[in-house]
Nanobody, 126 residues
Framework: QVQLVESGGGLVQTGGSLRLSCVSSGRALSRYAMGWFRQAPGKEREFVASISWSGATTYYADSVKGRFTISKDNAKNMVFLQMNSLKPEDTAVYYC???????????????????WGQGTQVTVSA
């Protein structure tokens, strides 16, 4: 059974930084892509970033490109989301997600992922 646990959320001022972490258990992360999504109050859950199984390919939503960086540490079975230059519109619950199949490049859609963490709250004050 795959389990994902996020951490690192919190309250930060506009322009600040946060680093989210996600621990994956139940299988070796080295064979799997990973993704980050977020959901603001009253809005649909949206894609933020993904990283391929090899770590060589990353994708970002246009709204975070140049400010956020996704990475993974296979030895620790962890994936990270470094968030810089945060804006109030980045306020949301952030979710880590993992696909069912190995060897993929990740994806931008919720249906690309089978496993989800419980989420971590990020609040950016104006």
């Amino acid at each position: 059974q795959v389990q994902l646990v996020e951490s690192g959320g919190g309250l930060v001022q506009t322009g600040g930084s946060l680093r989210l972490s996600c621990v994956s258990s139940g299988r070796a992360l080295s064979r799997y892509a990973m993704g980050w999504f977020r959901q603001a109050p009253g809005k649909e859950r949206e894609f933020v970033a993904s990283i391929s199984w090899s770590g060589a390919t990353t994708y970002y939503a246009d709204s975070v490109k140049g400010r956020f960086t996704i990475s993974k540490d296979n030895a620790k079975n962890m994936v990270f989301l470094q968030m810089n230059s945060l804006k109030p519109e980045d306020t949301a619950v952030y979710y880590c997600a993992a696909p069912a199949r190995s060897g993929t490049d990740g994806g931008r859609y919720r249906l690309d992922y089978a496993y989800w963490g419980q989420g971590t709250q990020v609040t950016v004050s104006a």
